[in-house]
């Protein structure tokens, strides 16, 4: 039996499925692409067809990201007599979810092989590809895409990334990008925001366009989710590779068991700051200011690991703070600690004073958020034997 099909649906399943689908209808943003079951002369999409009749083999709907379209729900289909046809030209419905996904994973596929995601020129992805629109920042194609979000934004398609001076913006695996802040008349900037999320809410890939290393007139490419934003900070942020071994949905949960250790191999630099990820999910859940000072400046803010990930400390934020350079610096040479317990800020008697380190907060209990005490009892014994 194929993998992600439960192997107890049956025919019977499936007709129920039918007969429910011709009662019901089904979402149009879920028009099967290529194919459709042909049963007492009515067509039906494959994927959903699936998807309905495990309600009545196992209680609930199918997961459609569980399995796929195309060869495996076909043979499935077929191997209890239904008939697959595939659709004339005029049959397929360029708007539906479906084709818009499908179409940027052909479009992904053919980059890669082409260009391998590197040194294109604008045109090809402007013109061939329909993926970029100059260095305006967000593109968004809404003719077609808010036909499937249902609203005025639509779904972005792609994100210019014209460099930062920050490293904790952008890595090989992730990147925070800020919020179109430009001003422009009619709500642009709010519906792109919008737009960006919708890009979440149908778990649509993006294209992350950035200046070609190779060439400033050509582009590169990666082809990314949008897995999180912050609306305090005004900040998405999207991820090119696996999802973190802390969360499998994407966004940081408080329900997820704390482990002060990775449970695998680092994907990302040793280095805090090169991390968008942490530094996202830290800034998120702390807010934006140095936990023991007043520093709130874009640059001047790291997100501190309080187990070093050199010392295979886990990038779940609850072994986070945000501190400014200065004292991320004087924490991680245990110049000062925090307290477990009290959440106090502690420092040692022969120096440098608090004074000296310039700590003008008493404790942190100010953050919107508390660091594990598993985390703060680590660095707490870490300091303790510096003295």
């Known amino acids: ?3 992600g099909i439960p192997r107890n649906i049956r025919k019977e399943h499936i007709i129920s499925a039918l007969a429910t689908i011709d009662k019901e209808g089904y979402p149009k943003e879920h028009e099967s692409i290529k194919y459709s079951l042909v049963y007492e002369g009515r067509k039906y999409p494959p994927v959903w067809v699936i998807r309905t009749a495990n309600v009545f083999a196992n209680g609930e709907p199918l997961d459609p990201t569980l399995y796929s379209g195309g060869a495996q729900s076909n043979n499935f289909l077929k191997k209890f007599g239904f008939r697959i046809v595939k659709k004339t ?3 397929v419905d360029h708007t539906s979810f479906d084709f818009e996904t499908m179409n940027r994973e052909r479009i992904w596929r053919e980059i890669q092989a082409k260009y391998k995601g590197q040194d294109i020129p604008a045109h090809v992805l ?10 305006g920042g967000l593109w968004v194609d809404k003719e077609r895409t808010s036909k499937i979000s249902n609203d005025d934004a639509g779904i972005a398609i792609s994100i210019f990334h014209k460099g930062t001076q920050y490293p904790d913006d952008f890595s090989d695996a992730a990147i925070r990008s ?7 008349q009619g709500g642009q900037d709010g519906n792109e925001v919008k737009a960006t999320k919708n890009a979440k809410r149908f778990n649509i890939p993006v294209f992350v366009i950035t200046t070609s290393t190779l060439d400033p007139t050509r582009r590169d490419v990666k082809k990314g989710f949008v897995r999180d934003w912050d609306d305090a900070n005004q900040t998405f942020l ?5 999802i973190p071994d802390y969360t499998k949905e994407g966004a940081f949960s408080e329900e997820i068991p704390f482990n002060l250790n990775r449970k695998r191999k680092r994907q990302y630099s040793s280095r805090s700051g090169n991390n968008p990820r942490f530094s996202f999910d830290v800034f998120k859940r702390y807010g934006h200011c140095c936990a023991v000072c007043s520093m709130q400046i874009d640059g001047l803010l790291t997100a501190t690991h309080i187990k070093p990930a050199s010392e295979n400390g886990t990038d779940d934020p609850r072994n986070g703070i945000p501190l400014c350079q200065n004292h991320h610096a004087a924490f991680e040479k245990c ?3 925090i307290h477990p317990g009290s959440y106090q800020i ?6 440098p004073s608090k004074e000296e380190l310039e700590l003008v907060e008493e404790d942190i209990l100010k953050l919107k958020a508390l660091p594990e005490r598993m985390a703060l009892q680590w660095h707490y014994r870490r300091f303790l034997r510096e003295i």
């Not at 402007?126 to 260095?135: E, K, S, V």
């Not at 800020?178 to 422009?184: E, F, I, K, S, W």
């Not at 999207?238 to 696996?242: A, D, R, S, V």
């Open 89 to 91: 030209h005029s049959e």
């Open 1 to 3: 039996m194929t993998p």
């Open 238 to 242: 999207i991820e090119f590779g696996k």
């Open 346 to 351: 502690v420092t040692r008697e022969s120096g």
């Open 126 to 135: 402007r013109d061939t590809y329909r993926i970029y629109r100059g260095a």
């Open 335 to 337: 110049f000062f600690t």
């Open 178 to 184: 800020p919020y179109p802040v430009t001003n422009r």
